[in-house]
């Protein structure tokens, strides 16, 4: 068997919380080396040596292989216009998009490989995919409730991984009902959204269906980062050699099956 050539990764967000667990969580991975990072923030980490820096990935001077990206959607400009130049395969684990946003990489994965994830962990996407089953059995005699907790640092909310949740078991006409305040009864064709956030909870969601005298909950809580940043590194290995597309933990999921 041929040897895995070892692959050249650009950390985009490198200093943020999820970028310093990929640079840990990397050391378990033979096959990946990353080999720059993107992040304005470097004048913070004037003591930072293990690879080069960039302000942002149109200054990238480096030959690499994929572009792994934690960082804000403020950011999403360049990296798109770097990778579309360079043909680069991309990673996108950064949550909080517009609907622009969202249809801006859709665009561009005609002309790269992109793997877009909201949570980037096997086991929620299992939730997710449990939660689906159970709407589709159910029907629409059963209420939905999700509830996402996160850190007190998290910009965005409702998280990404909560819409995603959101968006596996609504239907056409669902409207989604957030942080619930109202008068009147419930409508029967919304799903309810809570976000809260505080001290330095790594992420928790918890899917509730209410029925009429019984109620099924399915719940996730991730204690470290690493199980998002190993997923993402697995993310990594799958997007290499991949042709232009849109592709997500689905496609990872049935890859390792």
Do not use: W
């Amino acid at each position: 068997m041929a040897e895995l050539k070892e692959i050249k990764l650009i950390l985009s967000g490198c200093f943020g919380k999820m970028g310093r667990s990929v640079i840990e969580e990397v050391k378990n991975f033979e096959s990946i080396k990353i080999i720059g990072g993107i992040d304005k923030h470097r004048k913070n980490e004037s003591n930072f040596e293990i690879f080069p820096i960039f302000n942002k990935a149109t200054e990238i001077n480096v030959n690499c292989d994929v572009l792994l990206d934690f960082s804000s959607p403020s950011a999403l400009k360049n990296i798109l216009n770097f990778s579309i130049s360079k043909k680069l395969p991309i990673v996108i684990c950064t949550t909080g998009y517009s609907n622009a946003q969202i249809d801006d990489i859709k665009n561009a994965s005609k002309f790269c490989p992109i793997f877009l994830a909201e949570n980037t962990s096997l086991a929620i996407n299992l939730i997710k995919n449990l939660s689906k089953h159970i709407k589709n059995v159910l029907g629409k005699e059963f209420d939905i409730e999700i509830i996402e907790k996160h850190h007190s640092q998290k910009l965005d909310a409702p998280s990404g991984t909560a819409l995603m949740i959101a968006n596996a078991v609504s239907e056409k006409n669902t409207k989604y009902n957030y942080d619930r305040s109202q008068s009147g009864r419930r409508d029967r064709n919304e799903i309810g959204i809570h976000s809260i956030r505080g001290g330095t909870i790594k992420g928790e969601h918890e899917i509730i269906f209410a029925g009429k005298n019984e109620t099924i909950t399915l719940k996730h809580s991730a204690g470290s980062r690493s199980v998002f940043a190993n997923g993402a590194l697995n993310a990594v290995l799958f997007i290499k050699n991949k042709l232009p597309g849109m592709y997500c933990m689905d496609d990872l999921e049935k890859d390792k099956n």
